[in-house]
């Protein structure tokens, strides 16, 4: 590529916080300092700071976009932020801390290859720092970043970094987080933000970018065993081409593993087996493909394959059953109930699904079952069971998350109400073994 | 390929052709937005990355304000008779003949104009979702919307009430008389659509690229002359070398200064850029919230 500056990857990560603890100070440094601001930009930052900031600017303004969240100082939902450096470029999810924490916090991490918990020196690690990082774990972000911000309010204290990172570690080796960055910071100044401190000598670690730019995501993806949810027949209509006038493709995004040429796959429910002839993409065919791109699969057999099927490897195969476990997170104020019937989306399949059982309420700051509630309100987590009206094709959470997770529609409404992440199948679907033959 | 990676364009580009499978597997009526800008450009070739060999199974849809840049127009009509999809475009002179639109007295801009047009020809063809080019770097109200961005039976935005999107699971229920609007480049900076374009060896319109011009100083922006931006009294025109960066109506699409007459000038142009794209559009420049106040009434 000729552009100087080219990218080469996408680093996703979050930022959750309440209002003082100076999250979007920090995001309005990382742009400013990282020159990923303009001038009209901050025009219009320095017109809105002379109404409501006293006439100082008040970088926070940078992120809270709605004119609701301006008036009363409180931002809404998530917000995703852009900004490249010339190793990475970088989106940005930004939520809110104080209502409905869980609910957004969910949303603006589930995609995310790293999370950020910010927290306030002065405060030390308090009950939202540990449902934050309670949730990343839950959710499975590969990495986490503590930044202690304020540090300029502690008189930039090694020892009080030293204390914050202790008490952290104190609850870390109960959850489920692989990799774990402690960075000492000041937003508001831009202490080991962008620039490295000269506050702080006795911190030898890499500035928050710096982390950033270089933090490894290369395994993030599950290219273990292969899964084609099915999104789109593809059977051309009229083709002035010849040969594709038996053209019969599926069309999907790989959501795990690898496929090559040649390879049997089985398909799900129907349990046939047959076998890749072609891999078609518009760019022309490929002998291989892999997690996450999105192909078009030719099968050798003319099978019957529809949207909400799924193709997968004969080895390492998916769990195949209608009743399924899951940790939930409840996003809506009608609560969760035993015995309703909700929609169940996942992958490009959707589902009738009834609540079978509560088995019990997560404790958000230690995700400790407690005991069964009659019901999940918002923003509880929760573990339940699910009867559904059709199997799906499913894996663990903790194996992949495309294919372990679902979302829950509440019939009526069409209000997306819940997040799940499924537990481990049970056992292996089973695939006819037989090649199917017309 | 030989080490399973994909760089950030082919990261983009498999999330967008996700979204566009998506479409046309939970709706029935749906329809791509194409104005031949280099967003939808952009969006028409994921389509055919998504849905080729087969025809694109969407019609395109396009709404003409009357302001438009002619070069535009023409590129538009070429584009969809090359990829031989259906184009339909409605425009804002016939709604205001048909009473759908109501411009206010001394009302010149046709930038409110074109939402009840448009709304209009998602009820005529009972369109149940449409496909836009926006992206959430353009502008603080979009950076807070979903990819499937739910409307009510009145084509609104609610910014306060928008489903969860988790995951790459989208919620596309809708109820009769409800709509989606769903945007594929979401995650797309200004940057990534001129590189896709570079990689996929896109044409474009060729006022994106440097020419001469006539233009006035106005509001601190060059605006191009012509029947509709008449030089007013005392006004300087000039013949400058310029190009557009992003292409709104002509009447309030400011002209940048600009030798830029390759991709390759274009990238390096924004990478050395002090102001964003929509730092050259008026329309945007109202009050600070009038892209979320055009948004709820139905805007894209």
């Known amino acids: 590529m000729s552009s100087p500056s080219h990218p080469i990857d996408i680093l996703r990560f979050n930022t959750s916080g ?48 709605l004119r609701a969240e301006r008036e009363q100082g409180i931002t809404i939902d998530v917000a995703y932020r852009y900004f490249s450096t010339p190793r990475r470029e970088f989106i940005i999810a930004d ?139 593809n059977r051309p ?54 997690c996450p791109q999105s192909i078009t699969l030719v099968l050798e057999h003319d099978v019957d394959v529809s949207r909400g099927n799924m193709i997968v490897g004969l080895d390492d195969r998916p769990g195949f059953t209608t009743d399924v476990q899951a940790k939930v997170c409840w996003m809506h104020q009608r609560p969760l109930q035993r015995g309703k019937r909700y929609f169940l989306k996942h ?79 049970l056992e292996a679907a089973k695939l006819d073994g037989g090649d199917y033959a017309i | 390929m030989s080490n399973y990676h994909l760089d950030h364009l082919q990261h983009l580009e498999t999330e967008a052709i996700h979204i566009m499978r998506e479409v046309a597997g939970e709706f029935e009526r749906p329809a791509l937005l194409f104005s031949g800008g280099k967003d939808s450009i952009c969006l028409l070739r994921l389509a055919e990355k998504a849905f080729r060999p087969s025809d694109l199974p969407l019609p395109l ?57 448009l709304l209009a020809a998602i009820e005529e063809f009972q369109f149940d979702c449409c496909i836009g080019g926006a992206r959430r770097d353009e502008e603080k109200a979009r950076a807070k919307e979903r990819f499937f961005s739910f409307r009510d039976s009145f084509g609104q935005w609610d910014p306060k009430n928008q489903r969860p999107e988790i995951w790459n699971l989208y919620n ?40 001469r011009r006539a233009v006035v100083r106005r509001h601190g922006q060059w605006l191009p002359v012509n029947d509709l931006v008449p030089p007013k009294p005392g006004e300087d025109v000039r013949e400058l070398v310029v190009r557009v960066r992003t292409i709104g109506d002509i009447i309030s699409t400011g002209c940048i200064e600009s030798p830029a007459d390759s991709i390759e000038d274009i990238l390096a142009e924004i990478a050395a850029a002090r102001v964003t794209e929509r730092g050259s559009r008026a329309d945007d420049k109202a009050s600070e919230a009038a892209m979320e106040d055009r948004k709820k009434a139905g805007y894209f």
């Open chain 1, 347 to 425: 992958t490009s399949h959707t589902v009738q699904a009834i609540v079978s059982e509560i088995e019990h309420r997560l404790d958000i700051e230690t995700l400790e079952p407690q005991a069964a509630p009659p019901q999940l309100g918002l923003n509880d987590l929760g573990q339940i069971r699910l009867r559904l009206a059709q199997p799906i094709a499913f894996d663990g959470y903790a194996t992949n998350r495309l294919t372990g997770s679902f979302i829950l529609i509440e019939q009526g409404t069409n209000a997306t109400v819940a997040a799940g992440m499924l537990a481990p199948p």
């Open chain 1, 237 to 290: 209509n009229n083709p002035t081409d010849s040969r594709l006038h038996d053209f019969r493709g599926f069309s999907g995004q790989i959501a795990g593993g690898i496929v090559r040429v040649g390879q049997r796959v089985g398909i799900l429910p129907s349990g046939l087996v047959s076998t890749v002839k072609e891999i078609w993409t518009y760019d022309g065919s490929v002998a291989e493909a892999f």
């Open chain 2, 61 to 117: 849809l396009n709404v003409d304000t009357g302001h438009h840049f002619p070069e535009l127009n023409e590129f538009r009509d070429r584009r969809a008779q090359q990829l031989g999809a259906k184009l339909i475009v409605r425009t804002v002179e016939d709604a205001i003949a048909k009473g759908i639109a109501t411009p206010s007295p001394g009302e010149i801009s046709r930038n409110r104009l074109q939402i009840p047009t």
């Open chain 1, 18 to 65: 309440s209002v003082d603890d100076g999250k979007s100070t920090l995001i309005g440094r990382l742009l400013y300092d990282s020159k990923s601001l303009m001038e009209d930009q901050l025009d219009a930052l320095e017109r809105s700071a002379d109404i409501t900031g006293g006439g100082q600017i008040n970088l926070a303004n940078l992120t809270d976009g």
């Open chain 2, 172 to 211: 596309a229920r809708l109820n009769p008389g409800e709509n989606m609007r769903v945007f594929p480049l979401s995650n797309w900076t200004e940057t990534d659509v001129w590189e896709y374009i570079q990689r996929e060896r896109l044409e474009v319109p060729s006022i994106y690229f440097s020419h």
């Open chain 1, 95 to 233: 939520t809110p801390g104080h209502v409905q924490y869980t609910r957004n916090m969910v949303t603006g991490a589930s995609n995310a290859n790293l999370s950020i918990v910010l927290v306030d020196a002065r405060a030390g690690v308090i009950e939202q720092s540990r449902r934050h990082t309670c949730i990343a774990s839950l959710l499975r972000i590969p990495h986490l970043v503590v930044a202690v911000n304020k540090m300029d309010l502690v008189g930039w204290s090694e020892e009080r970094f030293a204390e914050i990172r202790d008490q952290f570690e104190e609850f870390l080796p109960r959850l489920d987080i692989k990799d774990v960055k402690f960075i000492p910071i000041s937003a508001l100044l831009g202490d080991n933000v962008v620039e490295p401190s000269t506050n702080m000598p006795w911190y030898a670690g890499p500035t928050l970018l710096s982390h950033l730019e270089t933090v490894h995501i290369g395994s993030d993806w599950n290219l273990a065993g292969f899964r084609l949810p099915v999104q789109w027949v």
